[in-house]
T-cell receptor, first 113, second 117 residues
Framework: EAGVAQSPRYKIIEKRQSVAFWCNPI?????LYWYQQILGQGPKLLIQFQNNGVVDDSQLPKDRFSAERLKGVDSTLKIQPAKLEDSAVYLC???????????FGPGTRLLVL | AQSVAQPEDQVNVAEGNPLTVKCTYS??????LFWYVQYPNRGLQFLLK??????LVKGSYGFEAEFNKSQTSFHLKKPSALVSDSALYFC???????????????FGAGTRLAVHP
């Protein structure tokens, strides 16, 4: 079974630029999560989708971050404009919805200069 | 509020010796508890979980964890450490009573395990 796919794996941008990350969850998984992992910290949930609807985006900085999952499958996370403090690894995870274990992709490492 | 604490930034152990990585939690209800491992430049890999039932949970790669409700702990253990176990370990908790987000996980800050030959 294929795992969670993410791209790109690495991205370097300058502050105030925009960037987008892509995630393709495990096939059949209804729930999709985006986490931000700052160096030295544990992952922090940014947004959670159930199919193509948002369940929880309470920790998403909505003035600059946006995410969508239009067809209930893959998802994109966008940052516009980026700040230095956005430098982090962005992890995507998925699960079937009823089962408790979340499965994570390899992450996208973002460096904002 | 839900929270997870991993009191040790790093744990050092010699290969072949037993290892313990500590985790304590705070939730309002009965917790769902998880351990994940992260290797360099990789995502998080699921190791094991406790939902209900036997307090001793066995997981991948010979790891196990013991749920202790009175001490609100869920320590990760392995009888004999391998150099290849060296990685970053994260404990996470989900409070099923928390209605703010379906299946939301709260992660600890992580513990770096270093196994020396």
């Amino acid at each position: 079974e294929a795992g969670v796919a993410q791209s790109p794996r690495y991205k370097i941008i300058e502050k105030r630029q925009s960037v987008a990350f892509w995630c393709n969850p495990i096939s059949g998984h209804a729930t999709l999560y985006w986490y931000q992992q700052i160096l030295g910290q544990g992952p922090k949930l940014l947004i959670q989708f159930q199919n193509n609807g948002v369940v929880d985006d309470s920790q998403l900085p909505k003035d600059r971050f946006s995410a969508e999952r239009l067809k209930g499958v893959d998802s994109t996370l966008k940052i516009q404009p980026a700040k230095l403090e956005d430098s982090a690894v962005y992890l995507c995870a998925s699960n079937p919805g009823a089962e408790e274990t979340q499965y994570f992709g390899p992450g996208t490492r973002l460096l904002v200069l | 509020a839900q929270s997870v604490a991993q009191p040790e930034d790093q744990v050092n152990v010699a290969e072949g010796n037993p290892l313990t990585v500590k985790c304590t939690y705070s939730v309002s209800g009965n917790p769902y508890l998880f351990w994940y491992v992260q290797y360099p430049n990789r995502g998080l890999q699921f190791l094991l979980k406790y939902i209900t039932g036997d307090n001793l949970v066995k997981g991948s790669y010979g790891f196990e964890a013991e749920f202790n409700k009175s001490q609100t702990s869920f320590h990760l253990k392995k009888p004999s450490a391998l150099v290849s176990d060296s990685a970053l370990y994260f404990c996470a908790v989900r409070d099923p009573m928390f209605s703010g987000g379906y299946n939301k996980l709260i992660f600890g800050a992580g513990t770096r395990l270093a196994v020396h030959p």
